[in-house]
C-alpha cells in the first residue's frame, strides 16, 4: 500500500503533526509528566512488560525515560501519549501504548502513527477499551486474543518519498 508522506497529508487536513521523539529535554519530561498526571488508565492498558512483569508507565516514568533513552519512540501532545517500544530492543514486533483524554484524541494519535511510522506496528488492549473500534477504523486488523486482551496489527506502508509524491 503506497500513501502520500506524512506531514502535508496531515497538513492539508488540518491535523497538527504531534511532536515525535526519542529523547526529552527536561522541558519535554515535564510536558510528558504532566499529561501522565492528568490521564487516567482507566482499562489498564498503558504498560510495558519486563520477565513476565506488567509494570505500568503512569506508575513508573523512569521506565518511560530509560526506553526512549535506549531508542524507542514517544507521541505527545495536551490530552494524550503513545509510546511506540521495540526499537531500544531491536525486537521484530513494535508495540504501540495509548493513553489519551477521549477518542478524538486517540483518533489524532494514531493518524499521526499511521502516517509517521512505516512498519508493521502491533497493539494489545482491552477487548471492551473504545479505542479498539479507532484502531479498527484507522486499518489497523485483530490479529488475536487472549482472554480479555486483543492483539491488533497494521500491517507495513511504504510511504512515498516527497520527490515522488506527483509523479
Partial sequence: MVIPLPYQFLKTKGIKVIQIKSTL???????????????????????????NIRLYIKENIEILYKLLSNGDKVLFDEGGIAIIIGYSEK????????????????????????????????????????????LLKNRWKYFGNRGKEILLKRETLELVKKENRYA
Fill in 91 to 134: 525486537s521484530p514486533r513494535k508495540y504501540v501504548k495509548i493513553l489519551t483524554k477521549d477518542e478524538k484524541m486517540a483518533d489524532k494519535i494514531i493518524k499521526n502513527i499511521n502516517w509517521t511510522f512505516s512498519e508493521e506496528l502491533y497493539c494489545k488492549i482491552k477487548e471492551n477499551n473504545p479505542l479498539k473500534n479507532i
Fill in 25 to 51: 529535554s527536561e522541558k519535554d519530561k515535564k510536558q510528558v509528566f504532566s499529561i501522565l498526571e492528568e490521564l487516567s488508565d482507566y482499562y489498564s492498558d498503558f504498560y510495558i512488560t519486563r520477565n
